[in-house]
Structures are given as C-alpha cells and as structure tokens.
C-alpha cells in the first residue's frame, strides 16, 4: 500500500507556472509508475504524464514541452512543474501510483485564467 500527499494547486493566469507535489509514504524505487491525472466536471480522468521506478517519463500530447514530471527519491516525491499555462489545463489534479495495485491522491484543484 502507498498513501499519496498532494500540495501545490492553485489560481494563476494564462502563460504561468505551477508545480505540484506528491509525497508518497514509502520508498519511490518500490513503487512501478508514478504520475498525474486530471480530471474536468462530466469528463473521464486522463493521463498527463507518468514516471517508471527506471526514470523513464511519458507525457499526453497536449502538455509536452510545457509540463515535465520528475522526482526526488530522498523525499520520495515526484513533482509536475506545469509552464505556459492555458486555460485549457483547468481541472482537477489527481497524483497516482502503481505499486502494483491502483492508489490514488485526494486530487488539488488547478484554475488557470484567461
């Protein structure tokens, strides 16, 4: 099992920046994939990027170049810094682990403004 602290969401206008944090509550190397979610009202919750225990990254089309995924495995935390923000990117954001086994975060609200 894994339990998975998100901080970092906020209210920021169009073109700038915010980095969410997921604190996992034990060894990052431990667990398979690593990453982000999000999700809008009415809508199903979609991948925005992911980062395996080996480092490799993988990113949705619409945030590649803008978002980069990465980790730090002292604090065993893995980190979304988000740039050149559009409205478009509105939504909920949800940190998710595979250990195996599905665990998910309680999600943190990001609102970009035109």
């Known amino acids: 099992q894994v339990q998975l602290v998100e901080s970092g969401g906020g209210l920021v206008q169009a073109g700038g920046s915010l980095r969410l944090s997921c604190a996992a509550s034990r060894n990052i190397f431990s667990i398979r994939i690593m990453g982000w979610y999000r999700q809008t009202p009415g809508k199903q919750r979609d991948l925005v990027a992911h980062i395996t225990n080996y480092g490799s990254t993988n990113y949705a089309d619409s945030v590649k170049g803008r978002f980069t995924i990465s980790r730090d495995t002292v604090k065993n935390t893995v980190y979304l810094q988000m740039n050149s923000l559009k409205p478009e990117d509105t939504a909920v954001y949800y940190c998710?682990?595979?250990?195996?086994?599905?665990?998910w975060g309680q999600g943190t609200q990001v609102t970009v403004s035109s």
């Open positions: 998710y682990a595979q250990v195996p086994g599905d665990y």
